[in-house]
C-alpha cells in the first residue's frame, strides 16, 4: 500500500435526512446529508429488493424478475429500521427487503 492509498478519506457514509413518499405512493424522493434529492418509483424500488426472497444469498443473482413488477406499484407503508435502513411494505404484500441507505442512494436517481 502507498503513502497515497493510505492518505484517502474513507467513503463519508451516506444517509438520508428526509424521505418523501408522493401522495399517489408511487415514488419516494429522498433528500440526502450532502444536499442531494434523488427519487425513483415503487417499481424500481421493489424490483431492487435486496431480501433473500428476490436474491440469491449465495451466488447473489437476483432471482425476482423485474419483468413480474408492475409498473403501478404502490409503497403503502415505510418505516426506518434504527438510523441505517429503510423497509417497504408494497402494493403486492412484499415486505421483506431492507434497504439501507447506501443501496437507496444508489437504485434513485438525482433529481435537476
Ligand atoms: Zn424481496
Redesign the pocket.
Known sequence: MSFWDRIKPAPKPVKATDVQLAPDSMRLTLTWDDGVHTSASAQVLRQQ???????DEWTHQRT?DPNRVPADTRVQALQPVGNYALTFTFSDG?S??IYPWQLLRDITQPQG
Open positions: 429488493c435486496p431480501c433473500a426472497a428476490c436474491v425476482l412484499h421483506t427487503g
